[in-house]
Nanobody, 121 residues
């Protein structure tokens, strides 16, 4: 399984960014995929997760601002981020697993290399 993120960058507070994750080598019917982030000096946290049934879960801090989606035709996971805040600054990782519980417990087995998001005030 390979996950390759793109779309990070620098933006001012209140702006928007779209992260994408190209997924390959994944042919299973059951899966969970998500976006996780880690800021310097902080623990990694789950930002948004989607499973094969289409159920989405968001961290409280991003609800109403971020949207996770999966384009099955293109095998791409997307995180649309709007109303960005300086506290959203972090390295963002795309991740996946066959077992839902691993995503929801912040321990998926497959990870991308990460993409930096920086929000200035």
């Amino acid at each position: 399984v390979q996950l390759v993120e793109a779309g990070g960058g620098s933006v001012q507070a209140g702006g928007s960014l779209r992260l994408s994750c190209a997924v390959s080598g994944y042919t299973y019917n059951n899966y969970c995929m998500g976006w996780f982030r880690q800021a310097p000096g902080k623990e990694r946290e789950a930002v948004a997760i989607i499973n094969n049934e289409g159920t989405t879960t968001y961290a409280d801090s991003v609800k109403g601002r971020f949207t996770i989606s999966k384009d099955n035709a293109k095998n791409t996971l997307v995180l649309q981020m709007s109303m960005l805040k300086p506290e959203d600054t972090a390295m963002y990782y795309c991740a996946a697993d066959l077992v839902w519980a691993r995503c929801y417990s912040n321990k998926p087995n497959y990870w991308g290399q990460g993409t930096q998001v920086t929000v200035s005030s």
